[in-house]
């Protein structure tokens, strides 16, 4: 299929593994379907010392099986960007312990507080819900298979994130002001999740061309803050003064005043180069080593009986 | 040679289990899984697969979910939040909901 065609036919689910794709599309595929599988594993990193540092059991086990989830879908994700056929699944995660993988901004941050959960559990995996939620409707069908399963799991994620967020905003006056403490240092973080404004973004006008992407990145964030705002409100929340937030009332939107965001600081995570991205990859590759023995016997295995079946199939 | 058949109905879809065809060959269980399969049901696809290719395990052999009670994992039980204010939230904890009500049916 040429890539004029693609264009054309662009549209939910409109390509499989069946489809002979253009090597820009598989490309671009890859990329976006990767990045979003580096995501969820690091994201899922992010939030699995908290299994240990969880205030009860209710906490400990919901943050296990968040983590669980989480990496889960990574699984699935690596396997719906292996039937681009540009990578296997075994690079993307080389790439990701060597440093070459990205993933999302806000999982290049320690967090190290409970009080600071929320702001991953609740509003970055709220963001990440909103996003993934247009992504059903994503042309390349096995992601958009992928994301099925994905949001019907996350729906716990966020409620759970949300029930850390009242409980907190419920204790007392000191533990308010970490949580609003821990919400002032996240909230740039936050604005930030879904990217530049679309002329900046480099691949998004690629991508939607082809239905990758059927949402811009200013509509998710608009969808995301009419949501996620009055949420943070109504807990006590204070939506700081920077970066400023202007309402337009009568559209009913948010507008962001982008030079309020740090753009260098973003473009440096970005590449994998902020000072607590080191931390955060490491950790993945630690645990990536650590278990190599366990792989080498799975592949044995697999070669081992690989290599009896053919034969006796002749 | 029995070959099992799973039907698309739309491009885009899952491919679900709708039955099976005696034949010979690969060929052969393409043509019967359509004759039987295809003709008057909404059809985009069809996969066919060696009834001996597929594996099984089932619920007498396995406590799919476990035994344990993990309300924990499931939307519905934070129930001093709501969850209306996203639609996607909504969405999903609708299909939790009725995931966990078929769960509750095939229990009873």
Known sequence: MDLDTVKTEAGPRRFSPKDDMPEEYRKAATRMIQFHANSEVMGGYLEKPFIRQAPSLDRKLAFSAKVQDEIGHAQLLYRAAETLGVKTRD???DELAAGEGKFLNCFHYPMTDWVETPMIAFFVDGAAMRRQATLKSTSWQPYAHAMDKVCFEEGFHVKHGEDILRELMSGPKATRERVQEAF???????LQFFGPVNEQSTHHGFASEVGLKTMAN???RQAFLNAYIPKAEKYGLEIPDEPRLIYHEDEGRYEVVEEDLDWDEFWTVAKNDYEGSDEQIGSRRRRQEAVEWVRNAMDSWESASAGAAPQAAD | MIWEVFRQEKAGGYHTHCG????????MAELFAQIQHGRRMKTHSLWVVPQGEISEVDDERAHFGGTTDKAYRWAMTYNRVDGSFAREVAESEAE???AARKRKEAQS
């Open chain 1, 218 to 220: 200013d509509e998710l």
């Open chain 1, 91 to 93: 690079e993307m995660l």
């Open chain 2, 20 to 27: 099976n065809v005696h034949a010979p060959d690969r060929e």
């Open chain 1, 184 to 190: 002032e240092e996240w909230w740039p973080r936050i």
């Open chain 2, 96 to 98: 939790q909901r009725e």
